[in-house]
């Protein structure tokens, strides 16, 4: 099923009625009442896959044999096709000579080992798309050819679920680049401003907007590419680098402007504010720790984010809050490079089980997505709606009793569909236009 032109208002083209068209916002109205039954939502924000890479061999999904070719087939700087999938440098694992297509990792390198990281950055990410074309990947990535690979879909440790729940194939993450934005777009909808960012991290574009040199912030004074708060960072960080404390809306304001319990649990959060962090913990995967009211030695932060470890004893306990974002550490959270798909995922079922087994299981929805693509392939162009995105299509997986089962939800979603949901359910006001308007994962549920 195609989404290449169709129109962002996230309702599939046969229910595009003048009503619909006309008002979005009815999706927010409480039309169906089934919606209250859901008193928890759990959040497990995973890293850097396509859904091409991961679930391109599900079973009704639009995957990988859907493909057309001029989606597939890469073409190099003066746009002609490559022979051969650029080598994948630093690596010998994989051959100097794959083929122009997508190729299976497996086979060269096991899931349950590491691979090499793949280019996931703001302006990258835009040219390898190149206009929908989605044919500049291999061009615009220091890993070259391994953006076009993609895992065994029926060994993911996550596979079973998938098949007994909703698995959504047209869910894009919300904001062009790597993991630092789109944390900021899960919370907050918005990108952080740095208005005055030194000069040597900004980037430099052409009349045209094309990139001339790359930066951490734009040159309007936004920070999109890997950037740390003056409020938590690793030790020797520059200052001169570090985003200033942000004052617009989150999500999680919302909640507790209405009195809704809620939490961001971070694997190795403890440690970290401890100072002690262990290597692989990601400053930047702590988004509301860029926001004055979660600034260190407030009382929001102490009551808001707290470690992973307090999760799993809630979920046991039965005591979790209205909504949880899980985020786990770097070693478990499927990052390429750091993590490996089979640590990540088994950690992701550990987290999925210990809220299934646990007393919340009767009324809670548990959405599992990933930050961004990590600059991974994936055939289907995203919709266009501004200058911020959405970018590469990932997977999202729904496991609820609500939720259809053995379903392919081939509804266009984004990132902060997820938010959109959230407000539905609890009456909130949306935090800007971009939450207002994302489908609230209207229909991956059997209310």
Known sequence: MKNLNRRYFFIPAAALTLATCLSVSAFRDPEAPGI???QHVVVIYMENHSFDNLWGQFKGADGLTSANKEN???IDAEGKPYNTLPPVPRSSAFPTNLPNTYFNIDQYVAADQATPDVTHAFYQEQ????GGKMDKFALYNYTKGLTMGYYTTAKLPLYE????????DHFFHSAFGGSFLNHQWLIAAASPEFPNAPENIKAQLDASGKMIKDGSVTPDGYAVNTSNSVNLHPKGANPATLIPNQNGPTIGDRLTDKGISWAWYSGGWNDAVAGKADPTFAFHHQPFAYFTKYAEGTEERKKHLRDETE?????KKGTLPAVSFVKPIGLEN???GASTVTAGESHAVKLINAVLN??????????LTYDENGGFWDHVAPPKIDKWGPGTRIPALIISPFAKKGFVD???????SIMAFIEKRWGLKPLNSRDQHADPLSHAFNF
Not at 358 to 367: E, L, M, S, W
């Open 36 to 38: 209250n039954k859901v």
């Open 72 to 74: 597939i087939i890469q």
């Open 127 to 130: 040219m390898q798309i190149n």
């Open 161 to 168: 679920l998938a098949t007994k729940y909703t698995l959504c």
């Open 311 to 315: 999760f799993l004893e809630a979920a």
């Open 334 to 336: 499927e990052h390429p």
């Open 358 to 367: 646990g007393p919340n299981a009767k009324d809670v929805v548990i959405i």
């Open 410 to 416: 081939h509804t266009n979603y984004e990132t902060v």
